[in-house]
């Protein structure tokens, strides 16, 4: 018997806002969600670990267009770090490098915190997706072969102590793009003379997108096909905070035949929309010229009908 045919991928548009179980790579979390949509072409914002649970937004046909719009968001974390123990990855799933007594007090432990609120500079771990010479790091890694890094510039803008119990430490971190939370735990651990690594990692936020909003992977299996459309967060979800550009039709049809338009305001990107309906995203230069940076592919439909 031949094996029963998959039904045609479907065209599907908008924003998934999953909550990422541990132990799923984010590709994996992504192309589970792709089945159950059935989505003809679906992308992530940017990966998590296995170990890290949390906010992994997922991008479906005309949002994918859009998904490097996060990379350059803050991001927020609960991380857990644990003390007396340095691992060759920074985190439970390396290897244990060294052992060492704790004896730190709470006052200790929030004193060495402060240290790393604001700009510091960060060496990037080996066991990271950067590449070198084409290869991810983390190949190098685990051939052995440790390669130089050059530390990059990264910002802490919040770090708070939620619990201290025994050797392990609950943080919350709010911090800037390109920051790993990894290095920021084995650094604590140098700081207060006993090592640490990451032992668990939550991500909580990015730019104003929270955890809070998401939905867990098994919840999203166990719905209706119809419920789990419902789910998804419209084009523009990723680009909330960028001001807003009303078109009128005129100015619409123009934008959409690449075309730049007048408008007043500041410099920079904008979003683009006409009678309310998403076009796009643009670029404001000083000199009052409103251009196309990239357009949805409904955005010529939606504004032939207001024209």
């Known amino acids: 018997m031949n094996a029963p045919r998959r039904p045609p991928r479907r065209c599907v548009d908008g924003v998934l806002l999953l909550d990422k179980p541990l132990g799923l790579t984010s590709n994996a979390a992504l192309q589970t969600a792709r089945r159950l949509y059935n989505a003809a072409k679906a992308g992530h914002t940017g990966t998590l670990d296995p170990l890290a649970t949390g906010l992994l937004p997922l991008c479906f046909g005309e949002a994918t267009k859009f998904a490097g719009e996060l990379l350059e968001a803050d991001k927020a974390y609960d991380a857990t770090i644990r003390l007396g123990i340095t691992t060759d990855s920074a985190d439970a799933e390396g290897q244990v490098l060294a052992t060492r007594p704790v004896h730190v007090t709470q006052a200790q432990v929030e004193a060495v915190l402060s240290r790393f609120c604001g700009e510091l500079m960060q060496v990037p771990p080996m066991h990271s997706a950067l590449k070198r010479d084409g290869k991810p790091l983390y190949e190098y890694a685990r051939q052995g072969i440790t390669v130089e890094r050059a530390p990059r510039r990264v910002c802490i803008d919040a770090i708070e102590l939620r619990d ?73 979800a990723l680009l909330d905070g960028l001001p807003r550009a009303e078109l009128d039709g005129v100015d619409a049809v123009r934008l959409c035949h690449g075309q730049a338009v007048r408008w007043n305001g500041p410099a920079g990107r904008w979003r683009a929309y006409t009678g309310g309906a998403f076009l796009g995203l643009c670029e404001l230069g000083a000199d009052g010229w409103l251009s196309p940076r990239r357009l949805i592919v409904t955005a010529s439909e939606n504004s032939g009908a207001n024209a």
């Not at 207060?192 to 998401?214: D, K, N």
């Not at 992977?217 to 459309?229: H, I, K, S, V």
Request: net charge negative; aromatic share 2%.
């Open 164 to 236: 201290m119990t025994g050797d392990l430490l609950r943080l919350s971190v709010d911090c800037s793009k390109g920051t790993y939370i990894r290095t920021l735990a084995e650094d604590i651990g140098e700081a207060l003379g006993c090592g640490a690594h990451l032992a668990a990692l939550r991500r909580t936020r990015i730019g104003r997108l929270r955890v809070e909003q998401a939905v867990a992977l098994a919840d999203l299996e166990a719905l209706a096909p119809e419920r789990r459309d419902a789910l998804l967060s419209p084009l523009d």
